[in-house]
Nanobody, 124 residues
């Protein structure tokens, strides 16, 4: 059974950091394109970052230079390190997976496995 489980969300002050984890079971992450997405109340789901099977990574302009995506093949887990957090980063964060290479990996369309999400709240 293919499953993704996010963890690591929480409440943090502006300027703080969090590391989100996306743990996979039932498949091997490094064969997949993995994306991180977020959705704030009343807003559409937004692509945040991705990592392809060849290790290629990318970021939305809104998080570039602050967020870093990485993968630990031994733990079958993808991480999203989030630094210099801002109130506008507040959202539910989801990871998603699709086998192989994905065109336009910051688009939610085409991902066929999703986690349940983890809440990130940035507030003083």
């Amino acid at each position: 059974q293919v499953q993704l489980v996010e963890s690591g969300g929480g409440l943090v002050q502006p300027g703080g950091s969090l590391r989100l984890s996306c743990a996979a079971s039932g498949f091997t992450l490094d064969d997949y394109t993995i994306g991180w997405f977020r959705q704030a109340p009343g807003k559409e789901r937004e692509g945040v970052s991705y990592i392809r099977r060849d290790g290629n990574t990318g970021y939305a302009d809104s998080v570039k230079g602050r967020f870093t995506i990485s993968r630990d093949n031994a733990k079958n887990t993808v991480y999203l390190q989030m630094n210099s957090l801002k109130p506008e980063d507040t959202a539910v964060y989801y990871c998603a997976a699709v086998y192989g290479y994905k065109w336009f990996p910051l688009s939610a369309h085409g991902y066929n496995s999703w986690g349940q999400g983890t809440q990130v709240t940035v507030s003083s």
